[in-house]
Protein backbone atom coordinates (compact mmCIF):
# COMPACT_ATOMS: atom_id res chain seq x y z
CA UNK A 1 0.00 0.00 0.00
CA UNK A 2 0.94 3.59 -0.12
CA UNK A 3 3.36 4.88 2.73
CA UNK A 4 5.01 7.72 3.35
CA UNK A 5 8.87 7.82 4.02
CA UNK A 6 10.39 10.30 6.31
CA UNK A 7 13.93 10.83 6.57
CA UNK A 8 16.46 11.30 8.33
CA UNK A 9 14.79 8.98 11.01
CA UNK A 10 16.66 10.58 13.55
CA UNK A 11 18.92 14.01 13.98
CA UNK A 12 21.23 15.27 16.12
CA UNK A 13 22.31 18.89 16.13
CA UNK A 14 23.30 22.17 18.27
CA UNK A 15 21.00 24.35 19.05
CA UNK A 16 20.98 27.29 16.99
CA UNK A 17 21.75 25.05 13.24
CA UNK A 18 19.27 24.58 10.91
CA UNK A 19 17.36 21.74 10.35
CA UNK A 20 15.84 20.21 6.67
CA UNK A 21 14.10 17.03 6.63
CA UNK A 22 12.28 15.42 3.75
CA UNK A 23 9.17 13.13 2.93
CA UNK A 24 8.74 11.17 -0.21
CA UNK A 25 6.75 8.83 -1.75
CA UNK A 26 5.93 6.67 -4.75
CA UNK A 27 2.44 7.82 -4.87
CA UNK A 28 1.23 11.44 -6.39
CA UNK A 29 -0.09 13.45 -3.42
CA UNK A 30 -2.67 16.70 -3.59
CA UNK A 31 -2.10 17.74 -0.21
CA UNK A 32 1.19 17.49 2.26
CA UNK A 33 0.86 18.40 6.19
CA UNK A 34 3.42 18.74 8.24
CA UNK A 35 2.83 18.03 12.13
CA UNK A 36 5.28 17.97 15.49
CA UNK A 37 4.75 15.72 18.61
CA UNK A 38 6.58 16.57 22.04
CA UNK A 39 6.71 13.39 23.99
CA UNK A 40 3.29 12.47 25.83
CA UNK A 41 1.38 14.82 23.39
CA UNK A 42 -0.78 15.31 20.80
CA UNK A 43 0.90 16.17 17.53
CA UNK A 44 0.24 19.72 16.52
CA UNK A 45 -0.23 20.65 12.88
CA UNK A 46 2.89 23.09 11.71
CA UNK A 47 1.90 23.75 7.68
CA UNK A 48 -0.74 21.91 4.96
CA UNK A 49 0.59 22.53 1.90
CA UNK A 50 -1.86 22.09 -1.07
CA UNK A 51 -0.09 22.89 -4.36
CA UNK A 52 2.82 21.83 -6.29
CA UNK A 53 5.72 24.40 -5.93
CA UNK A 54 4.33 25.77 -2.99
CA UNK A 55 6.71 27.39 -0.11
CA UNK A 56 4.94 28.05 3.34
CA UNK A 57 6.12 29.25 6.25
CA UNK A 58 5.30 29.28 9.76
CA UNK A 59 7.68 31.02 11.97
CA UNK A 60 11.34 29.87 12.01
CA UNK A 61 9.54 26.57 10.11
CA UNK A 62 9.15 26.64 6.19
CA UNK A 63 7.73 23.64 4.07
CA UNK A 64 7.81 22.75 0.18
CA UNK A 65 5.40 20.88 -1.83
CA UNK A 66 7.64 19.23 -4.17
CA UNK A 67 7.22 19.88 -8.03
CA UNK A 68 7.01 16.36 -8.39
CA UNK A 69 4.14 16.10 -6.06
CA UNK A 70 5.99 12.74 -4.61
CA UNK A 71 7.67 14.62 -2.44
CA UNK A 72 7.88 17.78 0.90
CA UNK A 73 10.44 19.21 2.68
CA UNK A 74 10.24 21.35 5.82
CA UNK A 75 12.95 23.05 7.28
CA UNK A 76 13.50 24.97 10.25
CA UNK A 77 16.12 27.93 11.16
CA UNK A 78 18.28 28.78 14.02
CA UNK A 79 16.91 26.09 15.97
CA UNK A 80 15.76 25.94 19.64
CA UNK A 81 15.33 23.59 22.37
CA UNK A 82 11.57 23.68 22.38
CA UNK A 83 11.92 22.29 18.44
CA UNK A 84 13.01 19.28 19.89
CA UNK A 85 10.12 16.25 19.30
CA UNK A 86 8.98 14.09 16.53
CA UNK A 87 8.36 15.85 13.27
CA UNK A 88 5.61 13.52 10.52
CA UNK A 89 4.49 14.14 7.47
CA UNK A 90 1.27 12.81 6.43
CA UNK A 91 -0.90 13.42 3.32
CA UNK A 92 -4.20 11.56 2.43
CA UNK A 93 -4.39 8.36 0.13
CA UNK A 94 -7.94 8.89 -1.39
CA UNK A 95 -10.71 11.08 -1.71
CA UNK A 96 -12.02 10.92 1.50
CA UNK A 97 -10.39 12.62 4.49
CA UNK A 98 -8.11 9.60 5.46
CA UNK A 99 -4.54 10.59 5.58
CA UNK A 100 -1.62 8.21 6.16
CA UNK A 101 1.28 9.71 8.21
CA UNK A 102 4.95 8.69 7.69
CA UNK A 103 7.06 7.12 10.43
CA UNK A 104 8.72 10.64 11.81
CA UNK A 105 11.94 12.54 12.10
CA UNK A 106 13.51 12.49 15.21
CA UNK A 107 14.70 15.79 16.54
CA UNK A 108 17.55 16.24 19.24
CA UNK A 109 19.28 19.01 19.74
CA UNK A 110 22.74 18.67 21.92
CA UNK A 111 23.72 21.01 25.04
CA UNK B 1 -4.54 23.30 22.92
CA UNK B 2 -5.86 22.30 19.99
CA UNK B 3 -9.58 22.24 21.28
CA UNK B 4 -10.13 18.72 20.84
CA UNK B 5 -10.71 16.80 23.99
CA UNK B 6 -10.42 13.21 25.19
CA UNK B 7 -10.85 11.80 28.71
CA UNK B 8 -9.73 10.05 30.69
CA UNK B 9 -5.85 10.66 30.04
CA UNK B 10 -4.70 7.65 31.77
CA UNK B 11 -6.38 4.50 31.79
CA UNK B 12 -4.59 1.12 33.69
CA UNK B 13 -7.25 -2.02 33.03
CA UNK B 14 -5.97 -6.09 32.68
CA UNK B 15 -6.44 -8.03 29.93
CA UNK B 16 -9.87 -9.30 28.91
CA UNK B 17 -11.57 -5.98 29.92
CA UNK B 18 -13.64 -3.50 28.36
CA UNK B 19 -12.82 0.47 27.94
CA UNK B 20 -14.50 3.54 26.41
CA UNK B 21 -12.20 6.35 25.38
CA UNK B 22 -14.07 9.86 25.01
CA UNK B 23 -13.57 12.72 22.56
CA UNK B 24 -14.93 16.36 21.87
CA UNK B 25 -14.27 17.57 18.41
CA UNK B 26 -13.58 21.42 18.16
CA UNK B 27 -16.33 23.24 17.91
CA UNK B 28 -17.94 23.09 14.52
CA UNK B 29 -15.90 19.94 13.62
CA UNK B 30 -17.90 17.38 12.09
CA UNK B 31 -15.46 14.78 11.22
CA UNK B 32 -13.94 12.82 14.33
CA UNK B 33 -11.06 10.28 13.67
CA UNK B 34 -9.14 7.77 15.85
CA UNK B 35 -5.92 6.89 15.41
CA UNK B 36 -3.54 4.19 17.70
CA UNK B 37 -0.06 4.99 18.26
CA UNK B 38 2.27 2.81 19.77
CA UNK B 39 6.27 2.45 19.67
CA UNK B 40 6.77 0.42 17.08
CA UNK B 41 3.75 1.45 14.87
CA UNK B 42 3.76 4.80 14.49
CA UNK B 43 0.42 6.36 13.89
CA UNK B 44 -2.19 4.00 12.44
CA UNK B 45 -5.87 5.19 11.54
CA UNK B 46 -8.50 3.49 13.14
CA UNK B 47 -11.61 4.71 11.57
CA UNK B 48 -13.66 7.57 10.97
CA UNK B 49 -16.54 9.23 12.00
CA UNK B 50 -18.43 12.61 9.77
CA UNK B 51 -21.48 13.94 11.33
CA UNK B 52 -22.68 10.58 12.94
CA UNK B 53 -22.27 8.31 10.02
CA UNK B 54 -19.29 5.97 9.53
CA UNK B 55 -17.07 7.45 6.49
CA UNK B 56 -14.01 5.61 6.53
CA UNK B 57 -12.17 2.84 8.10
CA UNK B 58 -8.73 1.60 8.17
CA UNK B 59 -6.20 -0.79 10.59
CA UNK B 60 -9.47 -1.17 13.32
CA UNK B 61 -9.66 -4.74 15.03
CA UNK B 62 -13.04 -6.24 15.45
CA UNK B 63 -12.54 -6.09 19.23
CA UNK B 64 -12.89 -2.15 18.90
CA UNK B 65 -15.99 -0.16 17.76
CA UNK B 66 -16.48 3.31 17.98
CA UNK B 67 -19.48 5.97 17.32
CA UNK B 68 -20.35 9.58 16.91
CA UNK B 69 -23.66 11.00 18.71
CA UNK B 70 -25.46 13.86 18.10
CA UNK B 71 -24.21 16.25 19.53
CA UNK B 72 -20.53 15.29 17.60
CA UNK B 73 -19.12 13.53 20.61
CA UNK B 74 -17.10 10.25 19.69
CA UNK B 75 -16.56 7.28 21.96
CA UNK B 76 -14.23 4.33 20.98
CA UNK B 77 -14.82 1.17 22.85
CA UNK B 78 -12.21 -1.48 23.16
CA UNK B 79 -13.12 -5.06 24.32
CA UNK B 80 -11.49 -8.74 25.04
CA UNK B 81 -7.92 -6.55 25.91
CA UNK B 82 -5.16 -8.48 25.20
CA UNK B 83 -1.65 -6.54 25.89
CA UNK B 84 -0.34 -5.73 22.78
CA UNK B 85 -3.54 -3.22 22.73
CA UNK B 86 -1.47 -0.77 25.26
CA UNK B 87 -0.79 1.95 23.50
CA UNK B 88 -1.94 5.81 22.99
CA UNK B 89 -5.07 6.26 21.13
CA UNK B 90 -5.53 9.92 19.47
CA UNK B 91 -8.49 12.07 18.71
CA UNK B 92 -8.41 14.11 15.73
CA UNK B 93 -11.15 16.55 14.33
CA UNK B 94 -11.12 18.36 11.29
CA UNK B 95 -14.22 21.02 9.43
CA UNK B 96 -12.99 20.21 5.60
CA UNK B 97 -10.29 19.29 3.64
CA UNK B 98 -8.17 17.10 5.23
CA UNK B 99 -6.30 18.87 8.15
CA UNK B 100 -7.09 17.03 11.39
CA UNK B 101 -6.43 18.62 14.77
CA UNK B 102 -5.45 16.18 17.83
CA UNK B 103 -5.89 16.01 21.05
CA UNK B 104 -4.06 15.40 24.14
CA UNK B 105 -4.71 11.30 23.55
CA UNK B 106 -5.48 8.89 26.20
CA UNK B 107 -2.57 6.37 27.34
CA UNK B 108 -4.16 2.79 27.73
CA UNK B 109 -2.05 0.48 29.65
CA UNK B 110 -3.11 -3.09 30.01
CA UNK B 111 -1.84 -5.68 32.19
Known amino acids: GQQLNQSPQSMFIQEGEDVSMNCTSSSIFNTWLWYKQDPGEGPVLLIA?????ELTSNGRLTAQFGITRKDSFLNISASIPSDVGIYFCAGPIHRDDKIIFGKGTRLHILP | DSGVTQTPKHLITATGQRVTLRCSPRSGDLSVYWYQQSLDQGLQFLIQ???????AKGNILERFSAQQFPDLHSELNLSSLELGDSALYFCASGRSGYEQYFGPGTRLTVT
Open chain 2, 49 to 55: YYNGEER
Open chain 1, 49 to 53: LYKAG
